[in-house]
């Protein structure tokens, strides 16, 4: 409905592995972001990407990285997985050329990670 | 960003109207006014935006006070599928400085009963 579209669904994940997430943003939307969920909670900013760089960043350790591409697209990437990186994992776009309301955040559906 | 107090929850009845108001006594200048809905394992959905006075649209309206330190979020005639947490965001969500940077807090948990 949103026209952000995440990828995988679901996966489960050992501790110490790495894992990509996937994002592809709405059409004509230039800036992602992305938010983990853990259960129970409100999301919390990760970060966010405009122009193929990241432009801002929540308490996240350098371990939770991520990419834009020309085509807006994005890649979450987090190494040495823990057990509390288990949640739900949010990408939002959005477009800076837009002024409210038009430049309303549209979130994925998320995708859900376990680590065990 | 401002920071957001709403209620942790609320009941009601299918029917009938829900209201639910969101204190932000430090709004800046620029912000915005946005609440989103979520579902249970689902990514919230966007429900309206606003800056001062009153918006609708169909399915919800905005009460937002002179002094902004405020809004209210009205849902009329609520429905059993309306149970979900809403969540009140305030922010300069205009321009890439600020971009897509919500700070969500916990949100308030609606459950419409029948």
């Known amino acids: 409905e949103t026209g952000v579209t995440q990828s995988p669904t679901h996966l489960i994940k050992t501790r110490g592995q790495q894992v990509t997430l996937r994002c592809s943003s709405q059409?004509?939307?230039?800036?992602v972001s992305w938010y983990q969920q853990a259960l129970g909670q409100g999301p919390q900013f990760i970060f966010q990407?405009?122009?193929?760089?990241?432009?801002g960043r929540g308490n996240f350790p350098p371990r939770f990285s991520g990419l834009q591409f020309p085509n807006y697209s994005s890649e979450l990437n987090v190494n040495a997985l823990e057990l509390d990186d288990s949640a739900l994992y949010l990408c939002?776009?959005?477009?800076?050329?837009?002024?409210?309301?038009?430049?309303?955040?549209?979130f994925g559906e998320g995708s859900w990670l376990t680590v065990v | 960003l401002a920071k957001t107090t709403q209620p942790i929850s609320m009941d009601s009845y299918e029917g009938q109207e829900v209201n639910i108001t969101c204190s932000h006594n430090?709004?800046?200048?620029?912000?915005?006014i946005t609440w989103y809905q979520q579902f249970p394992s689902q990514g919230p959905r966007f429900i309206i935006q606003?800056?001062?006075t009153k918006v609708t649209n169909e399915v919800a309206s905005l009460f937002i006070p002179a002094d902004r330190k405020s809004s209210t979020l009205s849902l009329p005639r609520v429905s059993l599928s309306d149970t979900a947490v809403y969540y009140c965001?305030?922010?300069?969500?205009?321009?890439?400085?600020?971009?897509?940077?919500?700070?969500f807090g916990g949100g308030t948990r609606v459950l419409v009963k029948p």
């Open positions: 939002a776009s959005s477009s800076t050329t837009l002024v409210p309301p038009g430049n309303t955040i549209y």
């Open positions: 059409s004509g939307h230039n800036t």
């Open positions: 990407y405009y122009r193929e760089e990241e432009n």
């Open positions: 430090n709004i800046a200048t620029n912000d915005y």
């Open positions: 606003g800056y001062k």
């Open positions: 965001l305030v922010g300069d969500i205009a321009g890439k400085a600020a971009g897509n940077k919500l700070t």
